[in-house]
């Protein structure tokens, strides 16, 4: 007995449709960024936090995420800062202390990093659930100042929305 599937006009043995099938689905099911809207391109090499600006704006999360996807945007005009050096960190609690910590604290691991595309856009999927610190900064000319959130992953209860990490001018 030999059966076939129909695919846009062609015949293909269940054979070779079971092997499409299964690799579409494994696509669909993968946790990376297959067929994805994530516009983040790699940093440069060797390229970490740009401490341009004179000051360091430092957010709290009050609410889990998904995932980390969002949008780098001018504090000024709500306009998106493309090529934005967008970076995540393991251990964010210092940022939650009051004592005074001066560029990050040296027990961090960066877990990820990317450059936002043009339209400010970057994401971070396959993250696991966990505390981090999400640092944004330009290599430009303008002097922006860093900008620092806490925030914390929970893949299965946090929610699905976009952060929007505002960048300021330096004074």
């Given amino acids: 007995m030999y059966a076939a599937l129909f695919f846009g006009g062609y015949r293909m043995p269940f054979q070779s449709a079971n092997r499409i099938i299964l690799l579409l689905s494994l696509l669909i099911l993968a946790d990376v960024p297959v067929f994805s809207d994530c516009r983040c391109n790699p ?13 360091v704006m ?12 969002g949008k780098v945007v ?18 964010p609690e210092y940022l939650l202390s009051d004592k005074s910590y001066s560029r990050g604290k ?3 691991r960066r877990v990820a990093a990317c450059r936002a595309g043009a339209d400010g856009q970057f994401c971070f999927r396959g993250l696991a659930s966990g505390k981090y610190e999400l640092r944004s900064s330009s290599d ?3 002097g922006w100042n860093a900008s620092q959130i806490y925030v ?6 946090g929610m699905s929305k976009y952060l929007r990490i505002t960048m300021t001018l330096g004074i």
């Fill in 43 to 55: 940093p440069k090499d060797g390229e970490t936090t740009h401490w341009v600006g004179n000051m």
């Fill in 58 to 69: 430092v957010f709290v999360e009050k609410r889990p995420y998904q995932t980390l996807r």
């Fill in 74 to 91: 001018i504090s000024a005009d709500g306009k998106p800062l493309g090529g934005a050096l967008v970076e995540v960190f393991t251990n």
């Fill in 106 to 108: 040296p027990e961090q």
């Fill in 140 to 142: 430009d000319t303008y």
């Fill in 152 to 157: 914390v992953v929970d893949r299965e209860n």
